[in-house]
């Protein structure tokens, strides 16, 4: 008797914590309801014959755990979440706009909860780059009958995708967010080679000649998507701007070069398609904004990380001249002499091509627009980086500078105190032995005398070593924009966001948030925070509309050229400080060959 009573307790417990983990993994996974209703069946059905565990033979009990675990593994399979394609707002069933007449043809968009904001995602800018297109220059989109309803954000471009869970615990671990249940998350974000597509949000009502911001998403030009809840742009729309948001081809799609494309395209490019797409979209913003009441000789580009990269390269494209008006760049950039990432040597990218090419055992171009982009996707070479072709990108990036034939008339840009330790945190081989040779490897002889500016110890060797790559990776970019910038006279004004919070804190993408307005999109802000990002958009607002972000009420933020060692802190107090990095840099200008 007494032996039952053990088993049956045994049981409860056992099929307690299992119920439990199950219920965890699959909310996290995001499995549809169907999952939650197969898994309440399967496990009331087994708690039903739970007498099993008491009286029968010890092998039927055995094998019964087992057999319940298969069959909440098949029902995990069967109902992990399905693609589908983002709503444009968190509002169930809104209202629908009035209609947009734009160069294709008609659209409607949605409004936001309370009417402030109209929003049109999923709009069509260019022609899909599928089949025969892939790797190809982008080409304008095609006309549509009848009203197209831009209610969801297009497909993401295709990219590496990472599990539905690992993606709700780096929501919790990084962002800080509380997992709640929620019925109506119960999908992916769709993922298409057939991905470019803009998104607009404007003020409602009819309004005309708007200020025009629009964003490039980052993520190292290998991933990113335009619906990314910490830029979307309704913030910014009810301060009066038009926003917009734009997806651009990723990775082997948008950046792949080989010469027998240098030889197909009547241009006599490869390795900048990503580049090409974001040209296209501002080519279509300019001809299609003032339907949505936006100035199209009013446009600033704005970007982080790959996409503030991306708008450095626009900057100095021939293809983009007069398409824009001024820029906003956060924590990236590829004017040195020799950029530390998003830029490679044009026959770096071509080797890279051709290993590819022998990767998927293909002898043409052609051959290997015929494997399947998921399959493509996956392929082991990395395609992370922009390059000279000589259509794009004309030349080095720093050349255009020192001839003064840049675009932007006015540039905002910056970097965050802690930029580095989002790229190691998880890198175990830094250490005091490692440390020098990880320098010399980036700054060859000239790693000595910054060893001497960063002497490192067992205590602070990743804190050295952070500091160090944080300059050179992402600070050192924006100073050198700034510098050509002031030779030029134009107006420049550099930030340093130095702010803490328990999520990214000023680590890279730290920032995000606070620029766009998104700071209830995770759980971890304070007054202080909203307080800060109020001020940051006072003045991204302010830039926008006149190429200054000074106005009534906000502190001082001279121009660049005034004092090239000082920077504007944006953090718990916002004033000018000394760059942090200003002796490195001189560092670095040796090791570039940067001549004063």
Known sequence: MEQKKSRGILFKVVFVILAVAYAIVIELSKNTLWGWLAAAVLFAAFFAIRPIFIEKKWYIRLITWPVLGLLLLINFGLTYPPYKQVPAVKVRDPEVTGVVRVTEGDLTGVYNEDKSVEVYAGIPFAKPPVGELRWKETEAPEPWDGVRACDTFGPMSMQSESSTMWNSLVDIVIYKNPHLFNPFDNYREAMSEDSLYLNVWKPAGDISDAPVLVFIHGGSLMTGQSSYDQYNGEAFAKRGIVFVSITYRLNVFGYYANEELIAESPNGTTGNYGLLD????????????GAFGGDAGNIT??????????????????????????????????????????????????????????????????????????????TEHRNDS???????????????????????????????????????????????????????????????????????????????????????????????????????GRPVYEYCFTK???????????????FYGNLDTMKIYKDSDYKLSETIMDYMENFCRTGDPNGAGLPGWPDFSQDETLVQELGDEVKMIKDPYIDLYEIIDRAQGYQK
């Open 278 to 289: 974001q040209v296209q979209a501002l080519k279509w913003i300019n001809e299609n904004i």
């Open 301 to 378: 580009i704005a970007g982080e990380s790959a996409g503030s990269s991306s708008v450095n390269a626009l900057c100095v494209s021939p293809l983009s001249e007069g398409l824009f008006k001024r820029a906003i760049a956060e924590s990236s950039g590829i004017v040195p002499i020799t950029p530390y990432h998003t830029f490679r040597p044009i026959d770096e990218a071509l080797a890279t091509g051709q290993d590819i090419m022998k990767e998927f055992r293909k002898d043409s171009v052609e051959e290997l627009r015929e494997v399947p982009a998921k399959k493509l996707v996956k």
């Open 500 to 514: 803490e919070n328990i999520g990214l804190s000023n680590h890279h993408a730290g920032e995000l948030p606070y």
């Open 386 to 488: 922009m390059t000279v072709d000589g259509y794009a990108i004309a030349e080095q990036p720093y050349l255009t500078y020192e001839k003064g034939e840049n675009h932007e008339e006015a540039l905002l840009s910056g970097f965050n105190a802690d930029e580095a330790y989002t790229f190691t945190l998880l890198d175990d081989s830094i250490n005091t032995d490692t440390y020098p040779e990880l320098l010399h490897g980036y700054f060859g002889d000239d790693a000595e005398d910054i060893i001497k500016l960063y002497p490192a110890n067992e205590d602070n060797v990743m804190d050295q070593y952070n500091a160090v790559m944080g300059g050179a990776w992402f600070a050192y970019s924006h100073h050198a924009w700034s510098r050509y910038m002031a030779k030029e």
